[in-house]
């Protein structure tokens, strides 16, 4: 996947859905915060991926995702995370099965993260336009 | 599994918190209510009934995994509290019955004051959530500049 836009603008894509479905996550469990009985729900992904991309050369590692997967090149397109349940609650009369501050830190880093990843994405194309731009002249 | 997915969600907690604090105002304004549109004794306490419902419709959801764990919030109905009325002695009231005594709904500001601070807490932070996503789809937009 070595192409123009640099080994990696595939897999930043990637993990910047990932974090988007995280969000998304961080949202449901804050929506359900006063319904008894719901539990909060999260991502689980950047341990797998780490595994996944652990070799220099995406295109030729034999890589797995997934304990039980047969092994195989690591393709990230088709890579999805884990939806960690947590446990069932104790259901204790004004108490919440959703943890707001813990849900709070969690959409903060990953909003980070994210903001982080389209400011990495940003240079690389600035860069390409760079070079096209100067090697013009 | 994008961005509008997610002001989905956050938009159906805002407005079931919403309809919450409705509720509590309603109860709070009835607090001396003693006789009801339709005749019927003393208003009665009211609260919401809130269900958890899957934010993506069923046919979308079978793509993947990760959609059918995505749960909006929603409203099922405004529930009758059907706890007893408090009875005072009042002659001179109009609703006064034959002892002199007046059907009074029972509620306690103190609770109905503990119910708001949570729903209006409840909507803050989804209101934080639905920002945190904007800026995320601005900063992705920023990409494309």
């Known amino acids: ?137 | 599994m994008d961005f509008m997915t997610a002001l989905d969600i956050g938009g159906s907690a805002l407005s079931a918190q919403r309809t919450y604090m409705n509720v509590i105002s309603m109860n709070l304004a009835n607090a001396k209510t003693t006789r009801t549109a339709n005749g019927q004794g003393p208003y009665q306490r009211k609260s919401v009934a809130l269900e958890s419902t899957p934010a993506t419709p069923f046919g979308k959801a079978m793509d993947s995994a990760l959609s059918q764990e995505l749960q909006g919030v929603r409203v099922t109905g405004i529930v009758n509290d059907n706890r007893p009325t408090k009875q005072v002695y009042e002659p001179g009231h109009p609703d006064a019955d034959a002892n002199g005594f007046v059907q009074y709904p029972d509620i306690n500001v103190v609770e109905e004051m503990t119910n708001m601070i949570q729903a209006s807490r409840g909507y803050e932070a989804n209101t934080t959530t639905i920002s945190t996503i904007k800026a995320m789809y601005n900063k992705a937009l920023e990409i494309g500049r």
Do not use: W
């Open chain 1, 1 to 137: 996947m070595t192409d123009i836009y640099g080994a990696n603008a595939n897999l930043i894509a990637k993990v910047m859905d990932l974090r988007l479905e995280r969000q998304n996550l961080v949202m449901s469990n804050l929506a359900n915060i006063n319904i008894p009985g719901y539990k909060a729900r999260s991502l689980d992904f950047e341990s797998d991926l780490q595994n996944a991309i652990g070799t220099a050369d995406l295109r030729s590692g034999m890589t797995r995702t997934n304990g039980k997967h047969v092994p195989g090149t690591y393709d990230a397109s088709d890579y999805q995370g884990d939806v960690v349940k947590e446990f069932k609650p104790r259901t204790i009369y004004g108490a919440d099965a959703v943890d707001m501050d813990k849900e709070m830190s969690t959409m903060a880093k990953n909003s980070l993260m994210y903001n982080a990843l389209t400011t990495v994405m940003k240079s690389n194309f600035d860069g390409i336009s760079k070079i096209i731009a100067e090697g013009g002249k």
